[in-house]
């Protein structure tokens, strides 16, 4: 069962914000849903200064990136 | 090929090259024709913009640059290309309009936006030190904000229209500068006889130019305020790497061109007064970081649909009314017969730059919510 954080919506920082908090509280793997290309390519460059795999699957217009440790 | 594209642009690489292409079109526009080191800026572009429009009566100010449509219609051009245009709107857009209102009002203390910040140090322009140094402490006092969970709310995927409507006021700007209509006698629209609203690089010129900025920041998410913040609130140095890179360039395109000209007094259209230079642009920044981007990348976002970003600009616009029409705006240090005087801001500015920095205040404190 992966921690879910729905960030649609944000403009950046607050995506890159919540998934950073999700990583400090240290439980993986953490989805991010976020709806723009911009907090998804913030999240994956976080993701991967933080040492974290990603995948990265999009729906419409909608993606989730999957922090894996 | 799209892919790599969008792969090569969200590098680092990506974001270097942007800022090295606006550094040598900043000077380049400045070679053809645009004010001292003023190739590009732009809320001096957006206030000349108003002016034109007969919003403010500053006569020496008033015309319809056609790098600002040209930023937003680059941007909607990259968005269309690589799917990226979403109509947006709905994240607390009043309080958008005000940030945009003020960050105006601080940006015309300083006598420029981050870009020209940036543009003026590349001249040789010190005062541009002590305007930086303000934006810094301003993005500062934003990111405390952030960090106790400062946001204005989810925007909200709404109408393929509303995404347009920046779009298509960019394109009627456009056109009002190609036919330059006059709607009444001795009324708009406005182009400046002297002083720099007289001085312009050719049409094309402009417009191409502002096109290919649109395209690439489009791409990059090019962002000076977002440079500083990320810095501060992440130790994330991607943003910033661009705009070090448009810096060394606009330098060296500077000198290459005959532009440079080191000193802090009586520098084009620029004032010596310390802490008005200081605390317009703590206004400025701070605002654009409530804002969620300097008045460029609010320009970007507004061309790939997002209407909240269109409403700080026409906030940015209506801020600088204002600030010609209370004589809110900095006056340039001014050199005659040898005779330096300092220009500066009126004990009116004053106040309001003030009054902007409380009103970002009540807005950062009152705005807060926690994650879950």
Same mark, same amino acid.
């Given at each position: 069962m ?6 649609r ?7 890159? +914000? +919540?998934?950073?908090?999700a ?7 953490i989805?991010?849903l ?6 998804r390519?913030?999240?994956?460059r976080?993701?991967? +200064? ?20 | ?8 642009? !969200? ?11 606006i550094g040598i ?15 590009i800026?732009? !809320? ?5 913009i108003?002016?034109a429009?007969?919003?403010?009566r500053?006569a020496?100010?008033?015309?319809i ?9 680059g941007?909607t051009?990259?968005?269309l290309?690589?799917r ?13 309009y005000?940030?945009g209102?003020?960050?105006?009002i ?19 322009d010190?005062?541009a ?15 405390m904000?952030l ?10 995927k709404t ?12 394109l ?8 330059h209509?006059?709607?009444?006698e001795?009324?708009p629209i ?9 001085m ?10 502002g096109?290919?900025?649109g ?21 994330d140095?991607?943003?910033i790497?661009?705009?070090?890179a448009?810096?060394?360039? !606009?330098?060296?395109?500077n ?20 802490l008005?230079?200081v ?13 969620g981007?300097?008045?460029?990348r609010?320009?970007?976002?507004s ?5 909240d ?6 906030g940015?616009?209506t801020?600088? !009314?204002?600030?010609?029409?209370f ?11 040898g ?21 970002c ?7 807060r919510?926690?994650?879950?």
């Amino acid at each position: 069962m992966s921690i879910k954080v729905d960030a649609r919506g944000f403009s950046c920082p607050q995506p890159v +914000m +919540m998934a950073q908090k999700a990583i400090q509280e240290g439980k993986f793997p953490i989805e991010v849903l976020v709806d723009s290309s911009t907090a998804r390519e913030n999240v994956r460059r976080l993701a991967e +200064m933080k040492g974290c795999k990603t995948e990265i699957t999009s729906q419409d217009d909608e993606f989730t990136v999957k922090l894996i440790k | 090929m799209k892919e790599k594209l969008t792969r090569f642009f !969200a590098s680092k690489w990506g974001i270097i090259t942007a800022g090295v292409l606006i550094g040598i079109i900043g000077p380049l526009l400045q070679k053809f024709g645009n004010p001292k080191n003023m190739g590009i800026c732009v !809320a001096c572009f957006e206030r000349d913009i108003a002016g034109a429009l007969g919003l403010h009566r500053a006569a020496v100010v008033q015309y319809i640059r056609p790098e600002i449509p040209a930023f937003v219609l680059g941007s909607t051009i990259a968005a269309l290309i690589f799917r990226e245009f979403k109509s947006r709107s709905g994240s607390a857009p009043i309080v958008r309009y005000l940030l945009g209102i003020f960050a105006m009002i601080g940006a015309l203390a300083f006598l420029g936006c981050p870009w020209r910040a940036n543009f003026r140090l590349a001249g040789g322009d010190l005062t541009a030190l002590t305007g930086m140094f303000g934006l810094t402490a301003g993005i500062a006092i934003g990111v405390m904000f952030l960090r106790s969970g400062y946001n204005l709310g989810r925007s909200q995927k709404t109408y393929q229209a509303v995404g347009w409507i920046m779009p298509v006021l960019m394109l009627g700007l456009l056109l009002l500068r190609i036919f330059h209509p006059v709607f009444s006698e001795g009324g708009p629209i406005f182009f400046s006889e002297s002083g720099p609203g007289s001085m312009f690089a050719p049409l094309a010129v402009s417009l191409v130019l502002g096109l290919l900025v649109g395209f690439v920041a489009q791409r990059t998410r090019f962002c000076t305020m977002g440079a500083v913040r990320d810095v501060i609130l992440m130790r994330d140095f991607h943003l910033i790497s661009g705009v070090f890179a448009l810096i060394i360039t !606009a330098i060296v395109a500077n000198l290459a061109l005959g532009q440079f000209k080191l000193g802090y007094t009586a520098q084009p259209i620029a004032h010596s007064s310390l802490l008005w230079n200081v605390l317009g642009m703590v206004l400025s920044g701070l605002a654009y970081a409530l804002a969620g981007g300097c008045p460029g990348r609010q320009l970007f976002l507004s061309g790939e649909g997002d209407g909240d970003s269109g409403i700080f600009v026409l906030g940015m616009i209506t801020g600088a !009314a204002f600030a010609h029409n209370f004589n809110l705006a900095a006056r340039p240090d001014t050199l005659a017969d040898g005779v330096l005087t300092v220009g500066g801001l009126s004990p009116l500015g004053m106040t309001t730059v003030v009054l902007g920095l409380v009103v970002c205040l009540v807005i950062g404190f009152s705005m807060r919510e926690k994650f879950e």
